[in-house]
Nanobody, 124 residues
């Protein structure tokens, strides 16, 4: 499966961005999807996850209600709506997919599909 993330860019602090990630190729049915991010010099960080039905969602502690993950299974696409962006949200954001929701939330080293990343830069 290939994951193509897009929607990143430059935004001022307090602004919003919507990331999208489309899955293509041999997509697995009922995959959970999610987002991670990595800032320069920092470790990879869990951002959000959503299961196949959308009934389960989880966010990193830093999100504090500012981000919303959603999906459109007909389009094989997951979204990340980011509001009230802060300077510290600057990072490369990666889309992921896995058969198991808990793998995304608790065992990221076992995630089977990673996208190429999209840069989000928040300026003052």
């Amino acid at each position: 499966v290939q994951l193509q993330a897009y929607g990143g860019g430059l935004v001022q602090a307090g602004g919003s961005l919507r990331l999208s990630c489309a899955a293509s190729g041999r997509t697995r049915s009922r995959s959970s999807m999610g987002w991670f991010r990595q800032a320069p010099g920092k470790e990879r960080e869990f951002v959000a996850a959503i299961n196949w039905t959308g009934g389960l969602k989880r966010y990193g502690d830093f999100v504090e209600g500012r981000f919303t993950i959603s999906r459109d299974n007909a389009k094989n696409t997951v979204y990340l709506q980011m509001n009230s962006l802060k300077l510290e949200d600057t990072a490369v954001y990666y889309c992921v997919a896995d058969d198991h929701y808990n793998t995304i939330t608790h065992r990221p080293n076992r995630i089977y599909a990673w996208g190429q990343g999209t840069q989000v830069t928040v300026s003052s």
